[in-house]
């Protein structure tokens, strides 16, 4: 073991010591002169005392050349040099980052508590100079400690980590513990992932390889044949019975198991009463529909559960719901003067098909139209009419305005001159004559706008074909500037065009519905098509029964939340998670946005009112549940290169002395004695000036 210094050329500041040795051989002491008259003529003769040469305080003398020298070594930067063997010791130094698998599927029998154990082992039995960091993940990554070689701080952070109920993502923690190891100073990096290997984490494409001096060691908790049973989804159908609502469940049953499964017990639950069952059999790596019976609708909203099977994951046998009763979309056509019996009979049948919503539909003559028909409607057709004068006209301006939807129809019964000067301003441009395209086999549709919500539908295959409706007259129209075009004809002429008033919205279709000037009403896409422009103009939402763990709802949207409230300012949510654990929610000052962060049902309600609540439902991730194991191998080899992995761990240097230094950095321990020194010989020195006689 030696001793040297990394920045000799500071040791020329040495010289600086004769700052303190001149200060104190130089020093005079201050005498008072005292003048004597009769002494003002005689020659002033110099004198020399030895005691003016001669150093009177030592220990201050010696403190100022005891900073100056420890300043000078602190700036040269001392190096206490290793033995051979304290070298190769740290070239065997470890970062090591612990990547502990959270993930649902971890919840499988013991596995959690097996991972729990192997990240504990690992990090009390650190090396005297390893450095570790717990990193733990599910879908993203995050570290648990900060880097550390005291065994005590890693394993109080460990016993902080919960088991989650999140999917499975190696790639975030790989990318961690990518960067935790390259920002390291050790010699040697060493990643520890600890997981069952769950096939549907792991993906090449976004796989993060380790650095080259990166050793990998894989500890495998899953099982080696795994049995799941799973429910991955639901769906329910509502009818009406008797003038009640019903509803009709279903649910996806998995078997992710080697073996098939004989009599599985499936049930569906009502507000904890169960209301019906099944038996069924599983095929090993199967999928099954079991529907249970219809049962009615109360007319408030009810949470269900349907369960399956028990195995060593429970989690994922059971699926909530909550469903609440869902009033239908009251429909208005309205026909023109003269029209005969079966005049709308495409788009009352086309609406009459539909379940969810459920359209109620009345035909009323454009004559014989109230104003106590437009009460409770959401949306209103003009099917080839114009719309009605005095009051009720007056009403279905109201209408529109307070966000009703009116659907514009121009046929062959609707010619310009027939709408009342007070409404026309509801349509969003100026309509003309008819385009007599009968002669060239009628016209098709050249563009729909496939990004507005009502034709988002019909953008992917199969979904609907307009290009077989033939079009064989239709209105000149001019949109105003506010209008969107949503359909055009082949020739660029328009031929559904949306605009808004007040708070409503107003569509317009430039052809009629009665299979006189176009042949769409017999298209299979028809019946669709209607079904989204009146949802669309109705405002209709269909209501979310369920949720994904890790989703995101925002409460802002739930009127039962905020009704009766003056200010949104003023309004406090209380908050209870499936756990029965409580928190209170001010919108105004945190947010409006809920994180589902486990399975079950959320109860969310004003505070101090019970009956201005919502209930929500959160279900896990199917693809967690199934339990495919990856290939270590190849999961290892797309991680880190053997030959490159070897060299890092069989590499033998020594420590550079710059590496030696830092990791030491006795410089700071010498400045910082230097500033103690200093600060006490200001002390002695202030004290002592105080002592001295005639000061």
């Known amino acids: 073991m030696g001793f040297s210094f990394l920045a000799p050329v500071f040791l020329l500041g040495l010289a600086a010591i004769a700052i303190p040795i001149w200060i104190h051989l130089t020093h005079r002491e201050r005498r008072d002169a005292v003048r004597f008259p009769s002494l003002m003529f005689l020659r002033e003769v110099p004198f020399k005392t030895v005691r003016r040469q001669r150093i009177r305080h030592w220990l201050l003398f010696a403190l100022r050349v005891a900073a100056v020298l420890l300043l000078v070594a602190a700036f040269a930067r001392p190096l206490l040099e290793r033995s051979d063997g304290s070298a190769a010791a740290f070239v065997q130094a470890r970062e090591l980052v612990v990547l502990l698998d959270r993930s649902h599927s971890m919840a499988y029998a013991d596995n959690w508590d097996r991972a729990v154990e192997a990240a504990r082992w690992a990090l009390g039995n650190l090396g005297a100079d390893d450095r570790a960091t717990l990193v733990t993940f599910a879908e993203d990554a995050e570290a648990a400690s900060q880097p550390s070689g005291d065994p005590a701080v890693l394993l109080a952070a460990l016993d902080g980590v919960e088991l989650g109920t999140e999917t499975t993502r190696y790639g975030p923690a790989l990318q961690l513990a990518r960067e935790i190891i390259e920002r390291s100073d050790r010699p040697r990096g060493e990643a520890l992932l600890i997981s069952d290997m769950q096939q549907v984490g792991w993906d090449p494409a976004n796989a993060s390889r380790l650095p080259g001096r990166t050793r990998l060691r894989l500890v495998d908790v899953g099982r080696g044949e795994a049995f799941n049973v799973a ?113 709308a009979l495409y788009l009352e049948r086309a609406l009459a098909i539909s379940r969810r919503p459920a359209f109620e539909v009345q035909t009323e003559r454009v004559t014989s139209l109230t104003e106590s028909d437009l009460d409770d409607r959401s949306v209103v057709v003009l099917n080839d009419a114009p719309p009605p004068g005095g009051a009720v006209g007056a009403r279905l301006r109201e209408f529109v305005e307070e966000g009703g939807g009116l659907l514009v129809v121009l046929g062959r019964r609707a010619p310009p001159g027939g709408w009342p000067e007070d409404l026309i ?176 049902f959320y109860h969310v309600r004003q505070v101090g009112d019970e009956d201005r609540a919502v209930w929500l439902a959160a279900n896990l991730d199917p693809s967690e549940s199934d339990l495919s194991r990856v290939d270590v191998q190849e999961l290892a080899g797309a991680l880190v290169a053997p030959e490159e992995a070897d060299a890092g761990v069989a590499e033998a240097r020594a420590l550079s002395a710059e590496e030696q230094e830092g990791r030491q950095s006795l410089w700071w321990y010498l400045l910082a004695a230097a500033c103690a020194i200093l600060l006490i010989e200001t002390v002695l020195s202030n004290r002592a000036r105080r002592l001295a006689p005639g000061t």
Do not use: C
């Not at 996806?252 to 599985?264: C, E, I, M, T, Y």
């Not at 669709?528 to 994904?548: D, F």
């Open 425 to 600: 301003d509801l349509v969003p441009g100026d309509f003309g004559g008819p385009v007599d395209r009968a002669a060239e086999g009628g016209g098709t549709l050249g563009y729909l706008d496939y990004d507005h919500p009502a034709l988002e539908i019909f953008n992917t295959p199969r979904s609907g074909d307009f290009s077989t409706a033939r079009f064989y007259r239709y209105r000149r129209f001019q949109p105003a500037e506010d209008g969107r075009v949503l359909a055009r004809f082949d020739d660029g002429a328009e031929a559904m065009v949306e605009g808004s008033y007040g708070e409503g919205r107003v569509l317009v279709l430039t052809s009629g519905t009665e299979n006189f000037w176009n042949d769409l009403t017999i298209q299979p896409v028809f019946l669709p098509l209607i079904h989204q422009l009146v949802k669309h103009l109705s405002g209709y939402r269909e209501a979310t029964t369920w949720h994904r763990v890790g989703g995101v709802v925002d409460l802002s949207a739930k009127a039962e939340l905020t009704a009766g409230v003056s200010s949104l300012d003023e309004l406090e949510l209380v908050i209870e998670n499936p756990r029965g654990r409580e928190r209170v929610l001010r919108p105004a000052r945190d947010s409006w946005y809920l994180n589902l962060e486990l399975p079950g």
């Open 231 to 343: 429910i991955t989804g639901m769906n329910i159908a509502r009818g009406r019975r008797g003038g009640r609502e019903e509803i009709v469940v279903s649910a996806v049953l998995a078997n992710f198991g080697g073996r098939p499964v004989a009599d599985l017990s499936a049930s569906l639950e009502i507000e904890g009463e169960r209301v019906a069952s099944r038996e069924v059999d599983l095929d090993a790596g199967s999928t099954f529909a079991v529907t249970f019976e219809p049962h009615p609708l109360p007319g408030r909203p009810v949470r269900g559960i349907v369960r399956a099977g028990d195995d060593a994951l429970p989690l994922d046998n059971s699926f909530q719901f909550v469903v609440a009763p869902e009033p239908p979309v009251r429909i208005l056509i309205v026909e023109p003067r003269g029209a005969g019996a079966d005049y």
